[in-house]
């Protein structure tokens, strides 16, 4: 008969042999560690992959409930589960204006059938599982500069409010250049998507990717394996875009995270001159 353990916390989390820590809010990413081989990991009832020595990662929405279920099956078939605490984050309200109104609302066939067929793609791309820790370096800025869109912000396009704003939005001159943030394979690259243009994902190990948007050029492809601190694009204004800049987003298997939890600050000279 399985034995059930109820724990309600908030990280850090350190018990039986067991270490679960990172960012327990809306948008933030949790890191385990030290689960016996052949343990098995359910969060709020769907699956979560187990890396070599026990490591998985744990993601939450930027609309996840104030409290995210965390079940664990060992290898002897008792079960723990621990209820873990989310904090609620409030998000701001963007609104964009002046951009091509089929940008906002596609309306041809031609144009929905090429976004399916994009979208498709994207996400065949983020299922395949790579049990590397590429992750567990940590991550640097891709590119630093004054920060012009946030995670989470509600968008209102052209006075038409859409989806919220998943990723960090960094304006700098077309032509910068972006570098990998972690070690990682890029899984994806195409030079013209029809939202995101010049689009680029890595994958970091366990289904954590990263993605850059709006590129105006591709230094990588895919299959190459990157170094954290090496060049992979270039900034540009491609796709859904008023101006040039980088689009940084983060996924963790289906959820959207926010890449900016996973950075330290940006140097303090460079937000001064964001300010100016």
């Known amino acids: 008969m399985w034995w059930l353990a109820w724990l309600l916390l908030a990280g850090p989390v350190l018990a039986g042999g067991l270490s679960l820590d990172g960012d327990f809010t809306q ?13 098995k990991v ?3 009832g769907r699956p979560v992959d187990v890396g070599p020595g026990g490591i998985f990662l744990l993601g939450f929405a930027r609309d996840a409930k104030p409290v995210s279920e965390l079940r664990i099956r060992y290898p002897d078939g008792h079960e723990e589960k621990r209820r873990l605490k989310i904090a609620r984050r409030q998000f701001r309200i963007q609104r964009i204006n002046g951009l091509p109104a089929n940008k906002v609302t596609p309306r041809t066939e031609a144009e929905l059938a090429r976004i399916r067929r994009e979208t498709a793609a994207v996400k065949k791309a983020r299922r395949i599982l790579r049990e590397r820790a590429d992750f567990l370096q940590g991550f640097t800025w ?3 500069g004054p920060i012009s869109g946030t995670y989470g912000s509600q968008r209102v396009l052209n006075g038409k409010p859409r989806r919220p704003h998943y990723g960090v939005d960094i304006a700098r001159p077309k032509g910068t250049t972006v570098v990998a943030p972690a070690d990682g394979v890029v899984i994806f690259a195409d030079p013209d998507l ?6 680029l994902i890595i994958d970091h190990g366990l289904r954590l990717n990263t993605s850059y948007l709006h590129l105006s050029k591709l230094l990588v492809k895919v299959g190459d394996r990157v170094r954290k601190g090496q060049p992979i694009a270039e900034i540009g204004a491609t796709g859904r875009a008023t ?12 959820v959207r995270i926010d890449p900016q939890l996973l950075v330290p600050p940006m140097s303090r000279q460079v937000v001064e001159v964001g300010r100016k």
């Open 27 to 39: 948008g933030g990413m949790a890191v385990g560690r030290g689960l016996p081989q052949g343990a």
């Open 42 to 44: 359910w969060q709020d």
């Open 142 to 144: 891709p590119v630093e």
């Open 194 to 199: 029809f939202f995101s243009g010049g689009t």
């Open 243 to 254: 101006g040039p800049h980088l689009h940084w987003g983060a996924n963790l298997r289906d």
